[in-house]
T-cell receptor
Framework: NAGVTQTPKFRVLKTGQSMTLLCAQDMNHEYMYWYRQDPGMGLRLIHYSVGEGTTAKGEVPDGYNVSRLKKQNFLLGLESAAPSQTSVYFC???????????????FGPGTRLTVT | DQQVKQNSPSLSVQEGRISILNCDYTNSMFDYFLWYKKYPAEGPTFLISISSIKDKNEDGRFTVFLNKSAKHLSLHIVPSQPGDSAVYFCAASARNAGNNRKLIWGLGTSLAVNP
């Protein structure tokens, strides 16, 4: 199994450009998440999804949009990139929560995005 | 306001000794705690977890202790190995509206295990 994969691994954008980050998971997980990690800030939740066709805002949603058209895919879009969005982006997935042990999130390898 | 705090940004330990990584939290609604390990250029990987109904959970060389009254948990690695050198994140979870759970993350502690 591939687990959680992210495309692309690296990207450089100019201010104002747009792009979409793709996350795919093959574990049939219900929940998917997008995080960003910045130095000294830990992992911050951007958006998440509790199922196909649903999305919700996390801690830092401004400047990003997401879509979950298929259960296995979760897309993160930047409509007009800004230097403040330079970061490492991680996608994660988890089974439906409810029982102990179901809260573990499985992470992809990350996408390093630089906005100049 | 950091709800999950890892006050030591780094820790250095000799191979074979015990590594103790600490985590403090402020939200008394947290009822599930997890430790993740992260190598450079990789995503975090789940290591061990503990429910608030327990005070200890052990998995091989890794043990997590929870002290609810002090709102403190710690991860013990015994014996430490060079391959344990990584950044360790503490995360906490509380059941929120709609039964959804989100993880609140600490800033991480970078562990170096020296041969």
């Amino acid at each position: 199994n591939a687990g959680v994969t992210q495309t692309p691994k690296f990207r450089v954008l100019k201010t104002g450009q747009s792009m979409t980050l793709l996350c795919a998971q093959d574990m049939n997980h219900e929940y998917m998440y997008w995080y960003r990690q910045d130095p000294g800030m830990g992992l911050r939740l951007i958006h998440y999804s509790v199922g196909e066709g649903t999305t919700a805002k996390g801690e830092v949603p401004d400047g990003y949009n997401v879509s979950r058209l298929k259960k296995q895919n979760f897309l993160l879009g930047l409509e007009s990139a800004a230097p403040s969005q330079t970061s490492v982006y991680f996608c994660a997935s988890s089974p439906r929560s409810g029982l102990a042990g179901a809260y573990e999130q499985y992470f992809g390898p990350g996408t390093r995005l630089t906005v100049t | 306001d950091q709800q999950v705090k890892q006050n030591s940004p780094s820790l250095s330990v000799q191979e074979g000794r015990i590594s103790i990584l600490n985590c403090d939290y402020t939200n008394s609604m947290f009822d599930y705690f997890l430790w993740y390990k992260k190598y450079p250029a990789e995503g975090p990987t789940f290591l061990i977890s503990i429910s608030s109904i327990k005070d200890k959970n052990e998995d091989g060389r890794f043990t997590v202790f929870l002290n609810k009254s002090a709102k403190h948990l710690s991860l013990h690695i015994v014996p430490s190995q060079p391959g344990d050198s990584a950044v360790y994140f503490c995360a906490a979870s509380a059941r929120n509206a709609g039964n959804n759970r989100k993880l609140i993350w600490g800033l991480g502690t970078s562990l170096a295990v020296n041969p």
